[in-house]
């Protein structure tokens, strides 16, 4: 009896360490440094170093060293942490690597240059919903830049004949007003959340890239080289225009606009993107944690703006209107600037998604910050194209109704609010995208 219970005790043993040798080699393999970001080269390239630069200067660490590890594109910045050495590590070869190192547990953030697929948030549904407010932050607005050589006598084109262009359909710039020259096409490669994102706003499903296109890791190293080539065309992040000329974009009966502070940050121009930060949910590292508010907030912010990309910290703008705005609108405006931000919906129409989640703090900290009150706001719904006025107006007011709700929440009370239809729209109307872009509402403040 005694050798059968410990012939017993033996076997549970040997399966309890069979049990753990299994749960070891089936984890998500670990990683060597405190924090790792992985993911898009638009990010890694130079944002996420000054960055996280930036957060390890505002915890006290000093100095601060910049190493390589014999890797490209990768960069390993060191401080230290209450005395203890901090080891940040960012990885930059394209936003959907980074996905694959968050799903392995070889990141603790995913810097990417797309927003996540649905895809994705099923294949961590087990884990963090990438989809909300607590794994999805947005951390920068960029503009793809289209360019050309400085010599290209073309201004603008709308992203249906960009389509054509970079599908082979159109070969030579005569054929779009410009010179008899052949077009050489530059894109960024399949691992990139800027082809990701010229992807689908530009080529679609209708448009595959035409074969000829020269491929790459590097927005700087194509912004060069079609700065060099008279016949070239290609896009990147608005960061890396350099020497390149960059060329007004229309999309559907929208006038054609040139990506600025104001167009970028509002989301205006077609070809605006969302630059991201995610993290996974419960299991996000208390570093990982602190490093993302520290970006998100003011001073992280700043630092966006200094590497040359759009911040999210708001500012007055006095726009230029363009000659086709109807003179009402004009009216309307006349003695109010416009804030670099714009309320967007995630469902239905009066959803606020998640930047204008955190967006709404922000406004509520422009007026602290400035010593405006709430009277000196105007808020301006517009809708897609709708079927009659009447119900374009509706919508439109019912939008900006939720963005001043959500507002006084916040104890901004009372803020003042109008609808203006489905009049000037800043993109094709129509689907899922026309109902993201045109559906808007604007956030104006009176001069002073």
């Given at each position: 009896?005694?050798?059968?219970?410990?012939?017993?005790?033996?076997?549970q043993?040997?399966?309890?360490?069979?049990?753990?040798?299994?749960?070891?080699?089936s984890?998500?393999?670990?990683?060597?440094?405190?924090?790792?970001?992985?993911?898009s080269?638009?990010i890694?390239?130079?944002?996420a170093?000054?960055?996280?630069?930036g957060?390890?200067?505002?915890?006290?660490s000093?100095?601060i060293?910049?190493?390589?590890?014999?890797?490209?594109?990768?960069?390993?910045?060191?401080?230290?942490?209450?005395?203890?050495?901090?080891?940040?590590?960012?990885?930059?070869?394209?936003?959907?690597?980074g996905?694959?190192?968050?799903?392995?547990?070889?990141?603790?953030?995913?810097?990417?240059?797309?927003?996540?697929?649905?895809?994705?948030v099923?294949q961590?549904?087990?884990?963090?919903?990438?989809?909300?407010?607590?794994?999805?932050?947005?951390?920068?607005?960029?503009?793809?830049?289209?360019?050309?050589?400085?010599?290209?006598?073309?201004?603008?084109?709308?992203?249906?004949?960009?389509?054509?262009?970079?599908?082979?359909?159109?070969?030579?710039?005569?054929?779009?007003g410009?010179?008899?020259?052949?077009?050489?096409?530059?894109?960024?490669?399949?691992?990139?959340?800027?082809?990701?994102?010229?992807?689908?706003?530009?080529?679609?499903?209708?448009?595959?890239?035409?074969?000829?296109?020269?491929?790459?890791?590097?927005?700087?190293?194509?912004?060069?080289?079609?700065?060099?080539?008279?016949?070239?065309?290609?896009?990147?992040?608005?960061v890396?225009?350099?020497n390149?000329?960059?060329?007004?974009?229309?999309?559907?009966?929208?006038p054609?606009?040139?990506?600025?502070?104001?167009?970028?940050?509002s989301?205006?121009?077609?070809?605006?993107?969302?630059?991201?930060?995610?993290t996974?949910?419960?299991?996000?590292?208390?570093?990982?944690?602190?490093?993302?508010?520290?970006?998100?907030?003011?001073?992280?912010?700043?630092?966006?703006?200094?590497?040359?990309?759009?911040?999210?910290?708001?500012?007055?703008?006095?726009?230029n209107?363009?000659?086709?705005?109807?003179?009402?609108?004009?009216?309307?405006t006349?003695?109010?600037?416009?804030?670099t931000?714009?309320?967007?919906?995630?469902?239905?129409?009066?959803?606020?998604?998640?930047?204008?989640?955190?967006?709404?703090?922000?406004?509520?900290?422009?007026?602290?910050?400035?010593?405006?009150?709430?009277?000196?706001l105007?808020?301006?719904?517009?809708?897609?194209q709708?079927?009659?006025?009447?119900?374009?107006?509706?919508?439109?007011?019912?939008?900006?109704l939720?963005?001043?709700?959500?507002l006084?929440?916040?104890?901004?009370?009372?803020?003042?609010?109008?609808?203006?239809?489905?009049?000037?729209?800043?993109?094709?109307?129509?689907?899922?995208?026309?109902?993201?872009?045109?559906?808007?509402?604007?956030?104006?403040?009176?001069?002073?």
């Amino acid at each position: 009896m005694m050798k059968q219970r410990h012939s017993l005790q033996a076997l549970q043993s040997a399966l309890s360490g069979v049990l753990c040798l299994l749960l070891i080699f089936s984890a998500p393999a670990g990683h060597a440094e405190d924090m790792e970001i992985h993911g898009s080269n638009t990010i890694g390239a130079k944002l996420a170093p000054m960055l996280v630069e930036g957060f390890l200067e505002s915890r006290g660490s000093d100095p601060i060293r910049t190493l390589g590890n014999g890797k490209h594109n990768e960069t390993l910045l060191v401080g230290n942490r209450s005395g203890t050495p901090l080891r940040i590590l960012v990885a930059a070869h394209g936003s959907s690597t980074g996905f694959k190192a968050l799903d392995a547990g070889n990141a603790d953030v995913w810097a990417s240059s797309r927003s996540v697929k649905p895809v994705e948030v099923q294949q961590m549904a087990g884990r963090a919903n990438l989809g909300n407010l607590q794994s999805e932050h947005v951390i920068a607005i960029d503009g793809l830049a289209v360019l050309v050589h400085p010599s290209n006598r073309i201004n603008q084109l709308s992203t249906h004949t960009l389509a054509r262009i970079f599908s082979g359909e159109i070969r030579n710039w005569s054929e779009v007003g410009g010179a008899d020259l052949p077009i050489n096409l530059y894109a960024r490669d399949d691992r990139s959340g800027t082809w990701d994102t010229f992807k689908s706003l530009v080529l679609g499903k209708d448009y595959p890239l035409h074969a000829s296109s020269k491929r790459y890791e590097s927005n700087d190293q194509l912004s060069d080289d079609v700065s060099a080539d008279p016949g070239g065309i290609g896009f990147s992040g608005l960061v890396s225009v350099r020497n390149s000329k960059v060329l007004a974009i229309s999309d559907g009966e929208a006038p054609a606009m040139k990506p600025s502070r104001l167009t970028v940050a509002s989301e205006d121009y077609p070809l605006s993107r969302r630059l991201f930060m995610y993290t996974p949910g419960d299991v996000t590292t208390a570093v990982a944690k602190d490093f993302v508010e520290f970006v998100l907030g003011a001073e992280g912010q700043a630092l966006v703006s200094r590497s040359g990309f759009i911040s999210q910290n708001l500012r007055a703008v006095k726009p230029n209107l363009a000659d086709s705005t109807p003179t009402t609108f004009k009216l309307l405006t006349q003695n109010f600037s416009r804030l670099t931000v714009n309320f967007r919906f995630s469902e239905g129409r009066t959803k606020l998604d998640n930047k204008a989640q955190r967006d709404l703090t922000r406004v509520a900290e422009f007026l602290c910050r400035e010593s405006r009150k709430a009277d000196d706001l105007l808020l301006i719904g517009f809708a897609d194209q709708q079927t009659n006025e009447l119900r374009a107006q509706m919508i439109s007011e019912l939008r900006a109704l939720s963005v001043r709700k959500a507002l006084s929440d916040l104890n901004v009370h009372d803020v003042h609010y109008t609808g203006y239809g489905h009049y000037m729209p800043v993109g094709m109307a129509g689907g899922t995208s026309g109902q993201k872009r045109n559906g808007r509402v604007e956030v104006w403040v009176r001069d002073r």
